[in-house]
């Protein structure tokens, strides 16, 4: 691991360590990123996968120069593979869906995430899509669960490209210029953390509609 990269994330295992990703692989570091991003945002499996973090950190070394690749190739990568996820996931949930979730529990599978994405998705219809990139375990599933529900695949395309541009690129940048900022740098691992909080801000905003329009509803029949 780079000396200039002192700190180490205790919150994760060491394999799962955006740090340890991104400066341990030598010339597989972009192919191995690429293959976590679109696995967390299609395979079912890799609901795990440490995005949002792998994302910033990625940026941050950009800036740093511990990662040499141009960051416009960079985002450029990372979100067709974001997308590309989504679009094996959807094929997954329309083929196989309603048999993968009727399985029982297993070490891995827990049929809690499938009804969870399942409401979040009935109650934010298309624009779920886009808001779900943010919100762990929520972002794998909800491909899948789209395909399930046989939403209409322009639509569903169009707001998943918007979702990966949003995510992948959006993410990656914030941590390229955050990451020229000593005290972002110096606490890595702070700054991990409070991704993963202002990844909820846009469920609290939306949530927050959801009660003033229930307000505004019971408030017109009275």
Avoid at 52 to 78: H, K, M, N, Q
Avoid at 107 to 112: G, N
């Amino acid at each position: 691991m780079s000396a200039d990269l002192p700190v180490n994330l205790a919150l994760l295992p060491s394999w799962l360590d955006p740090e340890v990703i991104l400066t341990s692989l030598g010339n597989w570091t972009l192919p191995i990123v690429a293959l976590i991003i679109f696995a967390e945002c299609g395979l079912l499996l890799g609901f795990f996968l440490p995005g949002d973090s792998l994302l910033f950190t990625a940026g941050l070394l950009v800036a740093r120069d511990t990662i040499t690749t141009p960051l416009w190739l960079i985002c450029v990568l990372l979100t067709v593979c974001a997308f590309a996820g989504n679009v094996v996931g959807y094929y997954i949930g329309a083929k196989a869906g309603p048999t993968l979730f009727n399985k029982p529990d297993s070490k891995l599978f827990k049929q809690e995430h499938v009804v969870k994405t399942h409401a979040f998705f009935e109650k934010y219809g298309p624009r779920a899509i886009v808001l779900a990139r943010f919100v762990p375990v929520v972002r794998t599933f909800i491909t899948a669960i789209a395909g399930v529900a046989a939403m209409d695949k322009r639509k569903f395309f169009t707001y998943s490209a918007l979702g990966a541009v949003l995510w992948a690129t959006g993410l990656t940048i914030l941590g390229f210029f955050l990451g020229q900022i000593d005290f972002i740098h110096d606490n890595l691992e702070a700054m991990l953390v409070l991704i993963v909080l202002i990844s909820v801000i846009p469920i609290v905003i939306e949530l927050v509609k959801a009660r003033r329009e229930r307000k505004r509803g019971v408030e017109h029949t009275l």
